[in-house]
């Protein structure tokens, strides 16, 4: 796990994550006190009646304050109380975003992340994967839906976790309140892959984040180099666009991660490797080794190693 991102819901990084973290406080708390209470007052039931003769009105007078005391009344109150306290302080979990939200989509895949963000100054819309960029201090609304089967997101530090079914949207807000790296990870059981399915939420400051937005929306620069060069016609020509896009390279393709800005992003493989050209002609050549069973093949046997780097120093230079 990357040491830099902290995927902890104890340690909130935003204030969505701190009132899930207050109510579980509540909950938690609450509940450890009404156990130590219901154990005192047995301990001291059990001491009475060893040393009490038996007695019929007395005893079911005390039935009765069991049954409507400790039956009725008292989880009327402490549930009505918590109904309140979690209404009044639940995250907004509406169904149109609140009107400064940033909106981006997130469809879940067997096993990486699609996320699609729409640049509000040129209105130009772009995919980048298993890494979201937000702005800190703003609520981020979440377009979550699934392309196979039902995965789940839960960035802990940020937010609350939620189901991304195939054919529907769901909704999820988060917020970031301090700059930093938060790891999420699929919380949904979705096949052999699924523990290596994680995703990561750089939150930046709102200007950072405008520039980035900006130049993420621009397709892909022509090659500087005559090995850059080498390494886009190897793309081409071993039919990577099959399954990937490069914005202003290939066709869209959506059976694989966008890789229009590939080296600007902080992992590959849905937070498997840091990036770096080595770990990218590592996954070119061998994903089946790293990833078993990742839906994309191993090109290792196909391409020799001089055609991997190349393709591997094309995809990384571009940020
Ligand atoms: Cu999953």
Not at 250 to 272: F, I, K, M, V
Request: proline share 8%.
């Amino acid at each position: 796990m990357d040491p830099a991102a902290h995927q902890s819901a104890l340690h909130p990084a935003g204030p969505i994550a701190d009132t899930l973290l207050g109510l579980t406080g509540w909950l938690t708390w609450g509940a450890v006190l009404i156990f130590l209470g219901v154990m005192a007052l047995l301990a001291w039931a059990m001491r009475r009646r060893a040393a009490r003769e038996p007695n019929e009105a007395r005893d079911r007078s005390h039935a009765r304050w069991l049954l409507f005391g400790g039956g009725v009344l008292f989880p009327v109150v402490v549930l009505s109380a918590l109904f309140v306290y979690s209404i009044r302080n639940a995250p907004p979990w509406r169904e149109i975003p609140p009107s400064d939200a940033l909106v981006i989509g997130v469809t879940g895949h067997m096993w990486w992340w699609d996320v699609r963000y729409r640049d509000p100054a040129s209105g130009r819309e772009f995919s980048t994967a298993n890494e979201i960029r937000i702005p800190t201090g703003r609520p981020i609304y979440l377009g979550l839906s699934s392309g196979d089967v039902i995965h789940s997101f839960w960035v802990p530090a940020l937010g609350g976790k939620m189901d991304m079914l195939p054919g529907r949207m769901q909704h999820l807000l988060l917020q970031a309140a301090t700059p930093g790296v938060y790891r999420g990870q699929c919380a949904e059981f979705c096949g052999e892959q699924h523990a290596r399915m994680a995703l990561h939420v750089v939150a930046m400051p709102p200007d950072e984040f405008d520039r980035w937005l900006a130049a993420q929306a621009l397709p892909a620069p022509p090659p500087a180099t005559a090995e850059l060069v080498r390494g886009r016609d190897a793309f081409v020509a071993n039919r990577c666009g099959a399954c990937h896009t490069v914005r202003g390279v290939t066709e869209e393709s959506r059976l694989g991660p966008d890789l229009t800005h590939l080296g600007g992003r902080l992992h590959l493989g849905a937070g498997q490797l840091p990036m770096s050209v080595q770990a990218l002609t590592e996954w070119i050549g061998s994903v089946q080794r790293i990833k078993p069973g990742a839906r994309m093949p191993s090109s290792e046997h196909r391409l020799d190693p001089q055609t991997l780097n190349s393709i591997a120093l094309w995809l990384a230079h571009r940020p």
